[in-house]
């Protein structure tokens, strides 16, 4: 085996170990914690994730025979399959913690839950295949990719989190993940660059525009909590 698997496999890690690490410098003592956990739930989230895809392959699903079948396969086995059990850390573990105070919060926690999830996948593949998942493109681009649609899925959680939208806003950011999530797989599926480079930059720019909303909606949040606590000390006041 050649040492291109190898170093595939320790992307993740490094970068969720720098990650951590500032985390640990920088952020509250609960917010890293749930930093922390959430990288390690990322990590338990691709064993469902890999048995329901297996599932799918038993039933003769998981195949690239046909353009229906490549687009079922890419879209709803790997996609859906894929985001669905990181959806499921994010929105019932880092959702309620006492550290998710803001937007940018739950976006910080959907990637290290990304970093948990893509470095136990690489980690399946070198085992499992001897390292021949990685001789393909999407071995160096799963990393960024993943980090991209964590960004998508964790800011309308965030923002359901404090609109109080419990059904619709969580469904669109596991919806829009595994679309995106989806399309990068056809490409790769299809071999087709073309789409592949496209599905990069129209990811990356929706990401990067949420990723700036959040900081904004991060600033009016701490405006409005400002706000709320004067007038509660006025209250107390009178």
């Known amino acids: 085996m050649s040492f291109e698997p190898i170093i595939i496999v320790l992307i993740a890690p490094a970068l969720a170990a720098i990650y951590l690490s500032i985390s640990r410098s920088h952020a509250e003592r609960q917010s890293h914690i749930t930093l922390r956990n959430s990288f390690y739930l990322g990590i338990i989230a691709f064993i469902p994730s890999i048995l329901l895809i297996y599932l799918m392959d038993s039933f003769g699903l998981a195949t690239t025979r046909s353009l229906n079948r490549t687009l079922f396969f890419a879209f709803a086995v790997v996609g859906f399959l894929e985001e669905f059990p990181k959806f499921l850390v994010l929105r019932f573990y880092s959702y309620h913690s006492k550290s998710f105070t803001s937007p940018i919060r739950g976006i910080l926690y959907s990637i290290a839950i990304s970093f948990g999830f893509i470095l136990a996948k690489n980690a399946y593949f070198i085992i499992t295949n001897g390292g021949m998942h990685f001789s393909e493109l999407s071995g160096f681009l799963s990393v960024p990719f993943h980090i991209l649609f964590a960004i998508v899925m964790g800011f309308f959680i965030s ?38 480079i496209i599905t990069g930059i129209l990811t990356l720019l929706i990401a990067a525009l949420l990723f700036r909303q959040a900081m904004r909606t991060q600033r009016d949040d701490i405006d409005h909590i400002h706000r709320e606590e004067l007038k509660k000390e006025l209250k107390g006041d009178n």
């Open 159 to 196: 923002i359901a989190r404090f609109r109080y939208s419990y059904f619709i806003l969580p469904l669109v950011g596991l919806g829009a993940a595994a679309f995106f999530h989806g399309l990068y797989q056809f490409a790769l599926f299809t071999e087709d660059h073309s789409v592949l």
